[in-house]
C-alpha cells in the first residue's frame, strides 16, 4: 500500500494567482501522477512525473500552465499557474507499484479561484 | 486512443435491489481494469480489478468479469445497502507508467 498527504487540502484563491500543490508518499516510488477533477466529472491525467526527469504531461495540459516538480522518489509538486475560474477543482495526486496493479490517491486539493 | 464509456448515473435502487452498473473500453493491447469507488466526502480508492481477460474481481458483494470479446467490465451486486451509495469509476491502466484512463463515473444512490 502507500499512504499519500497531499497539502493543502483546500484552497482559496484570487485569479491572475498561482498555487503548489504538494504530495508526500510514505515510501518511494517510481512514478507519481496527478489528475484534475472538475465538479461533477471524471477524473483526468494532467501528467505522470518521474523524478529526474522532466514531466510527461496529457494533450490539453501544458508546462506553462501546471509546472511539476519531483525532486526526489517521496515528493511532488503541481503548481496551477495564472488560475482562472476554470480551474476550480479537485486536484489529485496518485502513485502505484507497477503495471497491472492498484493506485492509491490523495485526499485530493479542492481550489476554487475567484 | 484508450477510452473508458460508463453508464451514465445517477443510479437509485431500493436496499437489497440487484445492481448493473456497465462499462465498455477501447484499448491496444492488453489493459488491466479496475473499478474504483468514491464515498462521500472520502478519497478514492480501489473497490476490485481484473488483470487479464476472463478474470473476475471481487470485493464487498462487488463482482465483475473482464469479458475481451465485448470490450466490457460490467460491475454487478446483487443486493445493495445503503452504505454502498457513492460514485463508481470504471478505469482502465496499462502500459509502461500503468496510468489510469477513467470513466466518466456513476452516482449510487441506494434508499432504504
Known amino acids: 500500500s502507500a499512504v499519500i498527504s497531499q497539502k493543502p487540502s483546500r484552497d482559496i484563491c484570487q485569479r491572475g494567482t498561482s498555487l503548489t500543490i504538494q504530495c508526500q508518499v510514505d515510501?518511494?516510488?517510481?512514478?507519481m501522477f496527478w489528475y484534475r477533477q472538475q465538479p461533477g466529472q471524471s477524473l483526468t491525467l494532467i501528467a505522470t512525473?518521474?523524478?529526474?526527469?522532466?514531466?510527461?504531461?496529457e494533450s490539453g495540459f501544458v508546462i506553462d500552465k501546471f509546472p511539476i516538480s519531483r525532486p526526489n522518489l517521496t515528493f511532488s509538486t503541481l503548481t496551477v499557474s495564472n488560475m482562472s475560474p476554470e480551474d476550480s477543482s479537485i486536484y489529485l495526486c496518485?502513485?502505484?507499484?507497477?503495471?497491472?496493479?492498484?493506485?492509491?490517491f490523495g485526499q485530493g486539493t479542492r481550489l476554487t479561484v475567484v | 486512443g484508450n477510452s473508458v464509456t460508463q453508464m451514465e448515473g445517477p443510479v437509485t435502487l431500493s436496499e437489497e435491489a440487484f445492481l448493473t452498473i456497465n462499462c465498455t473500453y477501447t484499448?491496444?493491447?492488453?489493459?488491466?481494469l479496475f473499478w474504483y469507488v468514491q464515498y462521500p466526502g472520502e478519497g478514492l480508492q480501489l473497490l476490485l480489478k481484473?488483470?487479464?481477460?476472463?478474470d473476475k474481481g471481487s470485493n464487498k458483494g462487488f463482482e465483475a468479469t473482464y469479458r475481451k470479446e465485448t470490450t466490457s467490465f460490467h460491475l454487478e451486486k446483487g443486493s445493495v445497502q445503503v452504505s454502498d451509495s457513492a460514485v463508481y469509476f470504471c478505469?482502465?491502466?496499462?502500459?509502461?507508467?500503468?496510468?489510469?484512463?477513467f470513466g466518466t463515473g456513476t452516482l449510487l444512490a441506494v434508499q432504504p
Open positions: 478505469a482502465l491502466g496499462g502500459g509502461a507508467t500503468n496510468k489510469l484512463i
Open positions: 515510501s518511494q516510488v517510481t512514478m
Open positions: 512525473a518521474n523524478q529526474g526527469s522532466e514531466a510527461t504531461y
Open positions: 484499448a491496444t493491447g492488453y489493459p488491466s
Open positions: 496518485s502513485v502505484n507499484r507497477g503495471k497491472n496493479t492498484e493506485a492509491f
Open positions: 481484473a488483470t487479464k481477460a476472463d
